[in-house]
């Protein structure tokens, strides 16, 4: 089995910044694209930013030129490192990976998410 563990989330002041981490730990064949999703109280989960093995990235509109997206591939574990954060930024942040079994059959995997508070 594969677990992701996260941690960086806590409360920060508008403007502020944050690191998040995650993780991934167990039988891991072949790690691929990581990812980023936020959920907001009342509504529904939505992407951050997504890289993949080779370093591309992919933002949510609303984060772009705010947040960062990167992986360490021999650790496992990638980051968002969020500066200029917005109340509206407020969610539980939550760390997905897509992987290869032994088997070659994709699965994926979330993390048990890590809560964003911005606020004064």
């Known amino acids: 089995q594969v677990q992701l563990v996260e941690s960086g989330g806590g409360l920060v002041q508008p403007g502020g910044s944050l690191r998040l981490s995650c993780a991934a730990s167990?039988?891991?064949?072949?790690?691929?694209?990581m990812g980023w999703y936020r959920q907001a109280p009342g509504k529904q989960r939505e992407l951050v930013a997504t890289?993949?093995?080779?370093?591309?990235?992919n933002y949510a509109d609303s984060v772009k030129g705010r947040f960062t997206i990167s992986r360490d591939n021999a650790k496992n574990t990638v980051y968002l490192q969020m500066n200029s954060l917005k109340p509206e930024d407020t969610a539980v942040y939550y760390c997905?990976?897509?992987?290869?079994?032994?088997?070659?059959?994709?699965?994926?995997?979330w993390g048990q998410g890590t809560l964003v508070t911005v606020s004064s």
């Open positions: 997905n990976a897509g992987l290869t079994n032994s088997a070659l059959k994709y699965f994926e995997v």
């Open positions: 890289i993949t093995t080779g370093g591309m990235t």
């Open positions: 167990g039988r891991i064949f072949r790690l691929n694209a």
